[in-house]
């Protein structure tokens, strides 16, 4: 995995999950792999519809832990009892006029949704995009998915667009996909600002 070391800093970390017990949340390992189809596997097809491959083949996993498409950023899962139990992402293009731009993605094991480990997830993926320079962050969430907009809600995203019926759900229906988007450049600009207050040979 090709991540920035101190994008890595301070993992393994421990989520607390509201029952009292905690997940353990990791960067992703190539030794993964095996770990990660099982998940994918075990998935319900409603909760990995969104992803862009299928995860339930094993070229596809393949390629995702040895991040042959570079794009991401940081790939962390959840881990419990040796199993992988979550996988969420940030990534980013790495050329053209989106590169301040990294968008989020997160999928969470059923036993363990509504714990309140999704809102901790996407927590981590926000400082990482902050520390990484990303200045605008961004997740797609079909209008139908109550959880997934709110855990987006709670930590300051913004429904930024509507595409109207742009999603099709498992029965075909349309649904809509809402764009949400966490504007950070101005924690960026703060600290430029604060950086040219400090140096003594600017400003005059
Ligand atoms: C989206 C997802 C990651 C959220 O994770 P989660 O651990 O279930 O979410 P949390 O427990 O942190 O809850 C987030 C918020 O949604 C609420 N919520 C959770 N499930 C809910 C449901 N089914 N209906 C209504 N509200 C729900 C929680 O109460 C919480 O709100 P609060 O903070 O105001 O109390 C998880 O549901 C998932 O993996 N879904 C499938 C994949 C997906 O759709 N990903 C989204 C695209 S990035």
Redesign the pocket.
């Known amino acids: 995995m090709r991540a920035a070391s101190p994008l890595v800093e301070g993992y393994p970390k421990r989520i607390p999950l509201h029952d009292g017990s905690e997940v353990i949340v990791r960067p992703m390992k190539r030794s993964d792999e095996v770990r990660m189809l099982e998940f994918f596997s075990g998935l319900p097809l409603e909760?990995r519809q969104?992803l862009r491959h299928d995860v339930t083949q094993p070229e596809n996993v393949h390629r995702f832990v040895t991040d042959v498409h570079r794009d991401t950023v940081l790939a962390l899962v959840g881990e419990r009892d040796g199993r992988i139990v979550a996988s969420a992402t940030l990534q980013r293009h790495h050329y053209g006029w989106m590169t301040h731009v990294g968008e989020?993605?997160?999928?969470?094991a059923r036993n363990l949704?509504?714990?309140?480990?999704?809102?901790g997830l996407v927590k981590l993926l926000v400082k990482a995009a902050i520390q990484a320079g990303v200045e605008k962050i961004v997740?797609e969430?079909p209008s139908n998915?109550?959880?997934?907009r709110?855990?987006f809600e709670?930590l300051g995203f913004q429904r930024e667009a509507i595409l109207k019926r742009h999603v099709k759900d498992l029965c075909g229906r349309k649904r809509d996909l809402v764009i949400y988007a966490n504007d950070v450049s101005h924690i960026w600009e703060r600290m430029e600002s604060m950086v040219l207050d400090f140096n003594p040979t600017l400003g005059g």
Do not use: L
Request: glycine share 8%; no cysteine; hydrophobic share 50%.
């Open positions: 909760d969104f989020i993605r997160v999928v969470i949704q509504r714990h309140g480990f999704g809102v997740a969430v998915r109550t959880a997934a709110k855990a709670r």
